[in-house]
C-alpha cells in the first residue's frame, strides 16, 4: 500500500495517484486557501505575521492529526475517539502543575506521563473497537464525548491544590483555562526562535513536531508498522498471513491515543493556557478533517497527508481571520471552520471507494 | 455474499418464535434493563430532588408535550434499516427558518402557528431529500454522516443567518436584526404565537395544597396522539411495509422489485418533516428561539431518548419513544437537583446529565455493533442452529 518508499521511477505515478486522490472537495479548499492569499495581499496585511502564526499554529495542531494516521492504517478509521488520548494528555499537565514544575522539566513530564496513560487508555479503547467492527467511527464519537463530560466530573471533583488551577473565590474543582505563563507557556517556541523577514520562527516547535513525525513515519516503515498497514488494508489477507487482526488494531489504537495526549500537551504549550471542561469536545474533527483535507481517505493515511493537510487547515483558518476581519464580521472565519472541517469529512465519507462498512 | 444471506433468514425466524414463547421475567428484565435502569435513577434523583410531585409532574407534562414529536419522528428510518437519524437537526433548521418567516411576516397566534407548521414541511422536503441521498451515498455510515451532517449543516445554518439575513435575505422587522442590520440577533422573540396550540385547550387540575395547578396541555397532545395513530398506519400500509423490507435486508429487498434507494429517501423525508413540525411544536412551547442554539442538540436529545426507552439502532416502537422521552426528560429536570442536594453542586447533576445523554448513545451504538458483528459471526461459522446472539435483543 505505502509507496513513499519508491523512489524516481515511479513519481508520476504518485503525482497521478494524487491528482485522483486529490478530488473536488480539496480542490474547492485550496482554491478558496489561493483567493484568501490574494485578498490578503491585496489588502496588504502584514504577510510575515501571517506567516509565522501559520508556522505556530501548524506546529501546535500537527501531532494531534499525526495521532490520526495509526488508527487509519489499523482500518478503525479516523480516531473520533480522540477525546479518550486528550484527556490523558491534559491530567498529565495538570498533574505537572500540580507538583509544581516548570519550563522543559514540566513539559517533558507531562508528554511522557500523557503518552503513558494515553498508551493504556488506547489499549482499553482498542478492545473495544475490536467489539465494534464497521462501526467505530459513530461508536468513536459518542465515545468521545462520553469522556469529555466523564472527564467534566473529574475535573470539578478532583482534590487539586494548586492555586494556580482552582478558583480563587473557594468555587469548587478546576478553572476552565488554567494559564501557562510561568510553568512551560512557549518553552518549545521560544527555544531557538529566530526571525526571517520579519516572521519568527518556532525553530523548537518545528524541530518537537519533525521529530514527531520521524517517529511515525519510522514506525510505519517498522515491522510492526507494516503488519499494521496490512491488517489495515485488507483484514481477511493479513489474517492468512498468521497475523492477528485485533491485536494490531489495539496497537493502532495504543499508539493514536498516546500521540493525542502528546498532541494536546504541546497545543497547550503553544496556545499558553490548558483548555478544560467541554473545550476537547470537538477537537477530534478538526484533527480529521486536517488529515483529510490533506489526501487521506477513510482507510489510507501517510505522514505526508497529515503535515500537508495541517498546513491547509490552518492556513486558511489564520488568513481568513483578518480578512474576514476587514471585509465582514469576525464570526465568518468560525463558520468557515466549521463548513470546511465537517464538508471534508462528509466528502470522504460519501465517497464511493471502500469505507468503514467493508468488513 | 448471497449464501450469507439465505443463512441470516433462520436467525430471525428464530428470534420471532422467541417472542411467542411464554413469559419469563429474566428474559423481560434482559429485554428491558436499559429502560429499567433509567426508571430506577429517575427515582433516585426524584427522591434526592427534593421536589413535590406535582411540580414535577406538571414539568414532565409539558417537556413531553414538547419533546414527543421530535422523538417519534427517529422511528421512520429505524424501519428503514438506516439506524437512528442524526439528520432531524436539519428538519429542526427548517422549522426555525419558517419560523423567521412568519416572524418576519408579524404573523401571530394560531393562524401564525399554522402557516410556520405549512411553511416547515416543503423546506423540510427539500433537506431530507439531500439527507437521503447523502444517506445512500454513504451506505452503512449513515449514523456517522448525519452526526456529521448535522454539524455541517448548522455551519451553513449560521452562514444564512449571520450573514445573508438583512443583506441578501429583505428583512421587514428590525428588531430581529443585529445592531449592524445584518445577521439575526441570538434570541427571536416569538412571543406572538407561544403557546399557539398549547393554548387551545387547556386541562388544569387543582391540587389541593399546592399553589400552582397541573396543566396538561390537551390539544398538544391530540396532536402527538395523531401523529402515533399516523405512524401506526403507515407502517401498515404498502410503504409501511416496504420501509420494514428494506430495513431487514436491502438485498433481497431490492432483488423483490422495491426500489431500495427511493424508500430510504422517502424515510428520511419522513422523518426530517416530521422533526421540521416537532421543532415547531417544540418551540411555540418555549416561546422565543435561541437562533444559534435551538437546534443543536435536537439530535442527540432525541436519540438519547428514544434510546432510553429501549429502542435499538434497528428496533423502535412509539411505546419506547414516548417512554424514553418520559424517563429522559425526568432525569433532565432532577438530576441538577439531585447532584446538588447529594454532592453539594448542581453543576455535577448537570455534568452527570451530559455524560448520560452521551453515554447512553455510545453504549447503545457499542453494542449494537458488537452484537450485529456476533450475529455475523454466527453466520459465517454457520453454526446458526442456535443463535445465542439473536435473543439479547
Redesign the interface.
Known sequence: MNRENSHKPEWSERIKEWARDFGVARSIILLFLVILLVAALIMGLPMSQLFSSILSRFGMNAILVLAMIPTIQSGTGPNFGLPLGIACGLVAAVLSIELDMRGFQALFFAVGLGALLGAVTGYLYGLLLNKVKGQEMTVGTYFGFSIVSLMCIFWFMAPFKSPEMIWPYGGSGLRVTIALQDRFDKVLNNFMEFEVFGASIPTGLLLFVAVFCLIVWIFMRSKTGVALSTVGANPRFAESCGLSVNKYRVIGSVFSQALAAVGIVIYAQTFGFIQLYMAPLYMAFFAVASVLIGGASLNRATVWHAIIGCFLFQSILVVSMPVANVLVEENLSEVARIIISNGIILYALTRREAGGDVR | MTEQQKNTLPVTETRLERKKEPFDPGYFLRKNVVPIFFLVLCIIGGYYSGLSLPFLANEIITRMARNSFLVISLIIPILAGMGLNFGIVLGAMAGQFAYVVTVNWEMAGLSGFLMTCILSVPLAIVFGWLTGR?FN?????E???G???G??A???Y??VC??FMGRIIPIRVPSMLLS?G??LRNTLDIKAMHYALDNIWKVRIKIPGFVFPIMIPMATIAVIVVLCLFIRFIVKTKLGQEFRAVGQDRHIAEVAGIKVDRVRIIAIIFSTVLAGLGQVIFLQNLGNINTYGSHVQVGTFAVAAILIGGASVKKATISQALLGTLLFHTLFIVSPLAGKNL???A??GE??R??V???V??IA??L???Q??QQRKTVTVEAASEPVSGGGK
Open positions: 447523502l451515498r454513504a451506505k452503512g455510515k449514523m456517522i454522516s452526526i456529521i451532517l454539524f455541517f448548522n455551519g451553513l449560521q452562514l449571520l450573514f449592524t445584518v445577521g454532592v453539594g453542586d453543576m455535577i455534568y452527570f451530559v455524560f445523554t452521551y453515554g448513545i455510545g451504538l457499542a449494537h455493533a458488537w450485529s458483528l
